[in-house]
């Protein structure tokens, strides 16, 4: 089974438009991180943030803001107004910390439309 | 501060050839991770080292992949013989520590076995 599942595979927006990248985990521990990555045309992969599991809170961050629920095993990414430099593939990942395991999702593709 | 390093970035070998990656991470920081990202793929976590001790090689084949983290600095990744399909991207990261710690990530090798 999937650790980290990313169920939208490409997205396509027009710029300014908001955008919500989904994102479903799974594990059994109960301390466990999450994080978000961005990967560029370039191809390196680019931290934007990270969350551990007994922070709930959400997260804003200019433009991008962080939905983590734990009832649903869910993170989700948004960004808002979106902009041509937006576009890139979304990777979001789980880190357990049980044999310390890092698992990434097969990634969302966005593409902003100017 | 100076990011992960990797060389090359290209290599192109015929199958049943050894191919071999190098890595440089970010000063100070203790874990370095080997990834295969398969094209249209998220990356696949292939082995973890904390310094020069190996964390977790569960994934990587051993049949024909090594690594190695002497001196607990730079890593090489080595493929013999290669196949196919381990055309890929081999990514090297690297972090403070394990676990709870974002990864930083290099540029990326890119392989082709023809």
């Known amino acids: 089974a999937q650790k980290v599942t990313q169920a939208q595979t490409e997205i396509s927006v027009v710029e300014k438009e908001d955008v919500t990248l989904d994102c479903v985990y799974e594990?059994?521990?109960?301390?466990?991180?999450l994080f978000w990555y961005k990967q560029p045309p370039s191809g390196e992969l680019v931290f934007l943030i990270r969350?551990?599991?007994?922070?709930?809170q959400n997260e804003i961050s200019g433009r991008y803001s962080w939905n983590f629920q734990k009832s649903t095993s869910s993170f989700n990414f948004t960004i808002t107004a979106s902009q041509v430099v937006d576009s890139a593939v979304y990777f979001c990942?789980?880190?357990?910390?049980?044999?310390?395991?890092?698992?990434f999702g097969t990634g969302t593709s966005l593409t902003v439309i100017p | 501060e100076a990011g992960v390093a990797q060389s090359p970035r290209y290599k192109i070998i015929e199958k049943r050839q050894s191919v071999a990656f190098w890595c440089n991470p970010i000063?100070?920081?203790?874990?370095l991770y080997w990834y295969q990202q398969i094209l249209g793929q998220g990356p696949k976590l292939l082995i973890q080292?904390?310094?020069?001790?190996?964390?977790?090689d569960s994934q990587l084949p051993k049949d024909r992949f090594s690594a190695e983290r002497l001196k607990g600095v730079d890593s090489t990744l080595k493929i013999q013989p290669a196949k196919l399909e381990d055309s890929a991207v081999y990514l090297c990261?690297?972090?403070?520590?394990?676990?709870?710690?974002?990864?930083?990530f290099g540029p990326g090798t890119r392989l082709t076995v023809t």
């Open positions: 080292f904390q310094n020069n001790g190996v964390v977790d």
């Open positions: 594990t059994r521990d109960t301390t466990y991180y």
């Open positions: 990261a690297s972090s403070l520590g394990t676990a709870s710690y974002e990864q930083y």
């Open positions: 000063s100070g920081h203790a874990t």
């Open positions: 990942a789980l880190s357990e910390n049980t044999g310390n395991q890092f698992y």
């Open positions: 969350r551990n599991s007994f922070d709930e």
